[in-house]
């Protein structure tokens, strides 16, 4: 196999946006790298797991829209993994992660 094989993690992340109010963000450092390098034209794979629900989804057609290749990619019957982040840690943005 030729191209670059990305592994990891992908992760919905909570971003405050004022009051109680959060806004979500899909993420995950190991998405973000294969959306990167899929955007930029390099031969991209990604293995890893979404969940069967909306999002799941969402992460899928975000991941295609840059020609990403996920033939590795694997629906999961858990829920999204979920990041509620605070702006406001020690050393910049915190995060509580909900596996």
């Not at 991209?44 to 033939?71: N, Q, T, Y």
Request: charge should be negative; glycine fraction near 14%.
């Amino acid at each position: 196999m030729n191209g670059i094989l990305v592994l990891g993690e992908t992760i919905l992340d909570m971003t405050p946006v004022g009051g109680a109010r959060f806004e979500p963000a899909l993420g995950g450092s190991a998405y973000n790298t294969a959306r990167a390098l899929g955007a930029l034209g390099a031969d991209v794979r990604f293995a890893g797991a979404v969940s069967r629900d909306d999002w799941g989804g969402r992460f899928r057609s975000s991941l295609v829209e840059k020609r990403v290749d996920c033939a590795l990619l694997r629906d999961s019957d858990k829920p999204m993994p979920l990041a509620l982040v605070s702006p406001e840690g020690a050393h910049g943005p915190a995060f509580t992660l909900y596996l």
